[in-house]
Every structure is written in structure tokens, then in C-alpha cells.
T-cell receptor, first 110, second 114 residues
Framework: TQLLEQSPQFLSIQEGENLTVYCNSS?????LQWYRQEPGEGPVLLVT???GGEVKKLKRLTFQFGDARKDSSLHITAAQTGDTGLYLC??????????WGAGTKLIIKP | NAGVTQTPKFRILKIGQSMTLQCAQD?????MYWYRQDPGMGLKLIYY???????DKGEVPNGYNVSRSTTEDFPLRLELAAPSQTSVYFC?????????????FGNGTRLTVT
């Protein structure tokens, strides 16, 4: 069974601080997607990374795909209260199925 | 453009009852999916469809059924509700398979079985 482990499970920090969320697996993925989910809503795609070593930036969010395509990280610079939410990673395997991490619940305090 | 619409938003069922969770998308997407989300767990795929008339089992299909008579609609049926089916259910769609396109999610149906 393929697993995608996210860490930390929960993170509460002050506005203005930096943070990194990790998504790790022993399996290789053809691509990896990051989603953000707010209470009472469905996940919304933030970014897809495809190439090993790829780095993508979305304003203050930086996403990196590991060289071996087994892991990924999301770094937020100068977190804002609007960044609060559940962050989910999902890897596409060779059977074209999405394997989901359990999520990181992020709370940014004003 | 409504995207993916799920109804109802909330539902409480007694053990043994049945119900249908509705899902409709107006983006003309071929692929549609049903997931359940439980606290502390990743999204689990229940069923998926690659086009009208075609459905296939996902990771956790037991206790559920689906149909796909049109491109737009993908209802999920629970025949004999059990407490283990208490969860939040999400329907999603994509224009192509997951390798090439992201999922568009509805806002979910929160189901409680008591």
C-alpha cells in the first residue's frame, strides 16, 4: 500500500513567521499536487509539480518536488491569517491514482 | 459557472436506511470521483468514472454504489447505512485523468449514521 505522510499534522504560529510542511513517501510519483481546504468546503488546487527538483512559487508560498519524486515541501514566508486552513498533498502513482496525505492543519494567529 | 454541486450539505441517517448523495458538474468534465474524508485520514476514493456509462471501484467501495448515465451527474448510493459510513463525502471532477489535470471539488456532504 502506497502511503504519503504529511508532517506536521498540526501547526499553530504567529502571523509573520515562516513555516514548512512536508510530504514524504517511499514511492515515486509522476506528479504531486498541493491543495488547500477551508472548513465546510472542498479542497482547492494550489499547484502541481511534475519534474524532480522542480520549484514553483505562488506569491509567498514555495513548493518543491524532491529530486527522486518521492517527497515534496511547502514553505510559507511571512504567514498571514488568510493562510489558515488544511493543506493536503496528493501524489499521482503509476496506476493514475491519487494517493492523499492526511493533511496539515495550519492556524495563523494575529 | 457553478462548478461541482453537491446536495444535500448535511444528512442524518438511521442504521439500515438508504440515501443518494447527488453530484452534478457543469464543466463538461469526463472524469468524476467520489471521496470520503475522515478526521486525521487522507481522502479515500470510493468510486470513479471516466465517462458516461463507465464506472469503476476505488479504494473503499464496499457499501456504496454509483451510476453515470450522463456526463453531468454522478450520484452515490448508500443502500444499508452503517455507523462506519459516517463521514464527509466529496465529489470531484476533472477534464482528463489525474496525471494531467487537477480535481475540482464540490463543498461536500456531511453524513452522520446513528
Amino acid at each position: 500500500t502506497q502511503l504519503l505522510e504529511q508532517s506536521p499534522q498540526f501547526l499553530s504560529i504567529q502571523e509573520g513567521e515562516n513555516l514548512t510542511v512536508y510530504c514524504n513517501s517511499s514511492s515515486v510519483f509522476s506528479s504531486l499536487q498541493w491543495y488547500r481546504q477551508e472548513p465546510g468546503e472542498g479542497p482547492v488546487l494550489l499547484v502541481t509539480v511534475v519534474t524532480g527538483g522542480e520549484v514553483k512559487k505562488l506569491k509567498r508560498l514555495t513548493f518543491q518536488f524532491g529530486d527522486a519524486r518521492k517527497d515534496s515541501s511547502l514553505h510559507i514566508t511571512a504567514a498571514q491569517t488568510g493562510d489558515t486552513g488544511l493543506y493536503l498533498c496528493a501524489g499521482a502513482n503509476s496506476n493514475y491514482q491519487l494517493i492523499w496525505g492526511a493533511g496539515t492543519k495550519l492556524i495563523i494567529k494575529p | 459557472n457553478a462548478g461541482v454541486t453537491q446536495t444535500p450539505k448535511f444528512r442524518i441517517l438511521k442504521i439500515g436506511q438508504s440515501m443518494t448523495l447527488q453530484c452534478a458538474q457543469d464543466m463538461n468534465h469526463n472524469y468524476m470521483y467520489w471521496y470520503r474524508q475522515d478526521p486525521g485520514m487522507g481522502l479515500k476514493l470510493i468510486y470513479y468514472s471516466v465517462g458516461a456509462g463507465i464506472t469503476d471501484k476505488g479504494e473503499v467501495p464496499n457499501g456504496y454504489n454509483v451510476s453515470r448515465s450522463t456526463t453531468e451527474d454522478f450520484p452515490l448510493r448508500l443502500e444499508l447505512a452503517a455507523p462506519s459510513q459516517t463521514s464527509v463525502y466529496f465529489c470531484a471532477s476533472s477534464p482528463q485523468g489525474i496525471k494531467n489535470s487537477p480535481l475540482h471539488f464540490g463543498n461536500g456532504t456531511r453524513l452522520t449514521v446513528t
